[in-house]
């Protein structure tokens, strides 16, 4: 709540103080499954605080710590659909962190392993659309560090499997706003790199495609901001 009115000290305070309770928990019994997850959800929250603030070093700290928790999680439970998905999360933050700090081989690295796991959430249930969706966010991450570092034949190649991912999502569910909004995204994008590569005629093709999503989002409802992003 705290952080949500934008009084981050307080949240800050409030997080670090369920970390406490947290690690004084696992002093008890280093085996408390529930006390592990719990430690690693402050840790994320701190994590979270300390990237809006800035502090991008003591988030990543913070993130690093949290993915080395769930690590420890995942060996104990490798088929846990719930710890595969906290690991996932855990390595897109470091990623993001990483990619926000310029380090972009680390960043590619976190994000390749969040890809991974995305990869076997689906594999576990093709019918997940959340799982579907997380994974195209997934490899959408590896394609922008690919294109940061100049990589565009293999930004466009993770912005195409991206943008089919959410092809299919929408076929799934056409009225569903959020896959509206991130298939206009996965166009825009391939839209980007096709005109960064002076293949204009398919990046007018995409962007025209991403404008009439932007469009029918927009006629739904006026107030959407998000829409005219």
């Known amino acids: 709540l705290r952080e949500k009115e934008g009084n981050l000290a307080q949240a800050l305070k409030a997080f670090e103080e369920s970390l406490e309770f947290g690690r004084k928990r696992l002093a008890l019994d280093s085996t408390n499954v529930v006390a592990l997850c719990n430690v690693s959800i402050a840790l994320d929250d701190i994590g979270r605080v300390k990237a809006t603030k800035g502090e991008l070093s003591r988030a990543l700290q913070a993130y690093e710590a949290s993915l080395d928790l769930r690590l420890d999680l995942i060996s104990r439970d490798s088929t846990n659909a719930v710890t595969l998905g ?8 470091v990623g993001d962190t990483r990619m926000a700090l310029g380090a972009l081989e680390p960043a590619l690295q976190a994000y390749g392993e969040a890809l991974e796991l995305s990869r076997k959430l689906v594999a576990l249930d093709s019918t997940n659309a959340n799982a579907r969706r997380n994974l ?6 590896v394609g922008g560090v690919r294109e940061a570092q100049g990589d565009l034949p293999q930004a466009l190649k993770a912005y195409e499997e991206a943008l089919e991912l959410r092809r299919e999502l929408m076929a799934m569910d056409p009225t569903n706003a959020t896959n509206l909004r991130l298939f206009s995204i996965a166009l825009n994008r391939v839209g980007g790199v096709r005109e960064a ?3 204009f005629p398919p990046a007018l093709q995409a962007y025209q495609e991403a404008l009439e999503l ?3 989002l927009l006629a739904r409802d006026s107030t959407d901001m998000t829409a005219l992003r």
């Open 86 to 93: 906290n690991l996932s999360v855990s390595f897109g933050n």
């Open 136 to 141: 195209s966010a997934a490899i959408e991450k």
């Open 197 to 199: 590569e002076g293949d």
């Open 214 to 216: 932007r469009r029918a």
